[in-house]
Nanobody, 115 residues
Framework: QVQLVESGGGLVQAGGSLRLSCEAS????????MGWYRQAPGKQRELVAR???????NYADFVKGRFTLSRDSAKNTVALQMNSLKPEDTAVYYC?????????WGQGTQVTVSS
């Protein structure tokens, strides 16, 4: 089993910045992917950014140039630096880890961007 602990999130004005962090712990043999998804009210959960085991990073088109994902493999952590936030970025953000091809999710952290 893998446990995920998220931190960060909160309320920020449009144009501001926030940083989300996620630490994975437990029985970890091989992490295939780490990243962040988000879900706004009434919408489906969607990928924000993720890093694959080969270190390539995928970003959703709507965050390119504004968000930066970073991973510390030694500490099993992943962070999402979010700049130039927009009201439409308001959502619950979930950390996701794929370990030995099994999916694990964090409890979610609220990000609210006011206009």
């Amino acid at each position: 089993q893998v446990q995920l602990v998220e931190s960060g999130g909160g309320l920020v004005q449009a144009g501001g910045s926030l940083r989300l962090s996620c630490e994975a712990s437990g029985t970890i043999f091989s992490i295939n992917a780490m990243g962040w998804y988000r879900q706004a009210p009434g919408k489906q959960r969607e990928l924000v950014a993720r890093v694959l085991s080969g270190r390539s990073i995928n970003y959703a088109d709507f965050v390119k140039g504004r968000f930066t994902l970073s991973r510390d493999s030694a500490k099993n952590t992943v962070a999402l630096q979010m700049n130039s936030l927009k009201p439409e970025d308001t959502a619950v953000y979930y950390c996701n880890v794929v370990e030995s091809y099994r999916n694990y999710w964090g409890q979610g952290t609220q990000v609210t961007v006011s206009s």
